[in-house]
């Protein structure tokens, strides 16, 4: 399998194809590969915390209100629409043979990736 492919199939399944291809052989030693693999855990990381940040606080303010909650709902819809935009946009650079960072975890996953 071609490096783009398999850098791009780092982000399918988040961090969970992130790990796979960190270990499986002929793409462990390929930097374009782990620098995705890397980026894709990363990326899930953030997305995951972000979760469970946005729940909190969402749980939160609907205890205090409930009006807000359909503030929420919407910004909610709108950041997870970023989230997979985002997904999407790094699927394409990884395919293209792109080593597209990201802002803060780009620099991250170059450092892990050597």
């Known amino acids: ?29 390929d930097r374009f590969v782990r620098f995705h693999a890397f980026q894709s855990i990363l990326y899930c990381a953030v997305a995951i915390a972000f979760s469970i940040i946005w729940m909190i606080i969402q749980a939160t303010l609907f205890a205090l209100t409930y009006s807000f909650w359909y503030i929420l709902l919407v910004v909610w819809i709108i950041v997870r629409l970023g989230f997979f935009l985002g997904w999407l946009f790094l699927l394409f650079k990884a395919y293209n043979n792109e080593r597209f960072m990201l802002p803060i975890i780009g620099p991250i996953a170059a450092k892990q990736a050597g």
Not at 7 to 29: A, D, Q, R, S
Request: net charge neutral.
């Open 1 to 29: 399998m071609a490096s783009n492919v398999a850098g791009m199939l780092t982000y399918v399944l988040g961090f969970i194809t992130g790990i796979i291809f960190l270990v499986i052989e002929p793409y462990k030693n």
